[in-house]
């Protein structure tokens, strides 16, 4: 099993920074990929971004250029750098490890974005 703690949400304005940090522990070296995904009021879960373990990444397209998903994986700790912001990346962002084909999510952290 995998656990993942969240840190690093507040409030920013618009065209800002905040850097998201995801610490794992656990069966860590299992872990085959690692992602961020995040959730607005009143929508489903979105896909942010997700790196593999051979540093592949993915992210989605409102948010390509702005962000960047990095893993650590000597501190077992995947990052999300986001610059740029707009009020419309507002919302819950939660990480998300998968081992096995099974997925764990931690808690999640609020970005909240002001105009």
């Known amino acids: 099993q995998v656990q993942l703690v969240e840190s690093g949400g507040g409030l920013a304005q618009a065209g800002g920074s905040l850097r998201l940090s995801c610490a794992a522990s656990?069966?860590?070296?299992?872990?085959?990929?690692m992602g961020w995904y995040r959730q607005a009021p009143g929508k489903e879960r979105e896909l942010v971004a997700v790196v593999t373990s051979d540093g592949s990444t993915t992210y989605r397209d409102s948010v390509k250029g702005r962000f960047t998903i990095s893993r650590d994986n000597a501190k077992n700790t995947v990052y999300l750098q986001m610059n740029s912001l707009k009020p419309e990346d507002t919302a819950v962002y939660y990480c998300k490890a998968v081992l096995w084909n099974i997925d764990y999510w931690g808690k999640g952290t609020l970005v909240t974005v002001s105009s």
């Open positions: 656990g069966d860590t070296i299992r872990i085959s990929r």
